[in-house]
T-cell receptor
Framework: DAKTTQPPSMDCAEGRAANLPCNHSTISGNEYVYWYRQIHSQGPQYIIHGLKNNETNEMASLIITEDRKSSTLILPHATLRDTAVYYCIVRVAIIKAAGNKLTFGGGTRVLVKP | DTEVTQTPKHLVMGMTNKKSLKCEQHMGHRAMYWYKQKAKKPPELMFVYSYEKLSINESVPSRFSPECPNSSLLNLHLHALQPEDSALYLC??????????????????FGEGSRLTVL
C-alpha cells in the first residue's frame, strides 16, 4: 500500500471548517483513499473514502486532486468533539478472502479550540 | 447492531500468566482483525481472519496466538508476554467483500480496545 504524509498536528477554531491535507504521491490507480479518526481512548472510526471523485457524507467531504497524489479532508463545521487524531490511508481494493489490510500512518492530531 | 465488543477493557498480567482477550461482533462480518497500539503511535496490524481462517500474520511473536472459533468471535491468547507488550489491543471487523460497487465501503468497525499491562 502507498505511503501517506500528513502534518503531525493542527489547530482549528470551533465552528470553522477544518481542512486536513494528505500527500500520497506514489498512489496506484487501484488504490483508494480512506480517512479514519481516533478520539482519545476510543477505537478508530471510519469517516469517508474515495477513488477519483470528490465524496461527501454526513461527517465530512473528501477532495482528491486530479492526479490523485494528494487529498484533503474537510470537516465543514468543526466542533470540540472533532478533536482527534485523523489518519489518511491508501490501500488497494480488497482481494476476496484476504481481508482489508488497513495500514495506519502517523496521522494528524487535530485540536479544535473554542 | 454496529458494535464490536471487546473484553476485558483492562487487563493486568504477569510475564508467566496465560490470559485471553475476546472480541465479538454480530454484524455478519466475515473478516476480523487484531491491531496493537502503543501510546501516541498509530495502530499496527497483527492478524487478519477471513472466513474464520487466518489470512494475514504480520510476523507477530508466537506468544500471541489468535483464534477464530466462529464468524462472530475472535480471541487473542496471551502467554509469556513481556512488559514491552503492554499496549491497547484493538479488534475490528469488516464485510470482507470486494469494493465492487455493491455498496460495501470496505469500512473497518473497531472496538474500544483492551488495555493490557504486563508486569
Amino acid at each position: 500500500d502507498a505511503k501517506t504524509t500528513q502534518p503531525p498536528s493542527m489547530d482549528c477554531a470551533e465552528g470553522r471548517a477544518a481542512n486536513l491535507p494528505c500527500n500520497h504521491s506514489t498512489i496506484s490507480g487501484n488504490e483508494y483513499v480512506y480517512w479514519y479518526r481516533q478520539i482519545h481512548s476510543q477505537g478508530p472510526q471510519y469517516i469517508i473514502h474515495g477513488l477519483k471523485n470528490n465524496e461527501t457524507n454526513e461527517m465530512a467531504s473528501l477532495i482528491i486532486t486530479e492526479d490523485r497524489k494528494s487529498s484533503t479532508l474537510i470537516l465543514p463545521h468543526a466542533t470540540l468533539r472533532d478533536t482527534a487524531v485523523y489518519y489518511c490511508i491508501v490501500r488497494v481494493a480488497i482481494i476476496k478472502a484476504a481481508g482489508n489490510k488497513l495500514t495506519f500512518g502517523g496521522g494528524t492530531r487535530v485540536l479544535v479550540k473554542p | 447492531d454496529t458494535e464490536v465488543t471487546q473484553t476485558p477493557k483492562h487487563l493486568v498480567m504477569g510475564m508467566t500468566n496465560k490470559k485471553s482477550l475476546k472480541c465479538e461482533q454480530h454484524m455478519g462480518h466475515r473478516a476480523m482483525y487484531w491491531y496493537k497500539q502503543k501510546a501516541k503511535k498509530p495502530p499496527e496490524l497483527m492478524f487478519v481472519y477471513s472466513y474464520e481462517k487466518l489470512s494475514i500474520n504480520e510476523s507477530v511473536p508466537s506468544r500471541f496466538s489468535p483464534e477464530c472459533p466462529n464468524s462472530s468471535l475472535l480471541n487473542l491468547h496471551l502467554h509469556a508476554l513481556q512488559p514491552e507488550d503492554s499496549a491497547l489491543y484493538l479488534c475490528a471487523s469488516s464485510q470482507d467483500l470486494g469494493l465492487d460497487g455493491s455498496g460495501n465501503t470496505g469500512e473497518l468497525f473497531f472496538g474500544e480496545g483492551s488495555r493490557l499491562t504486563v508486569l
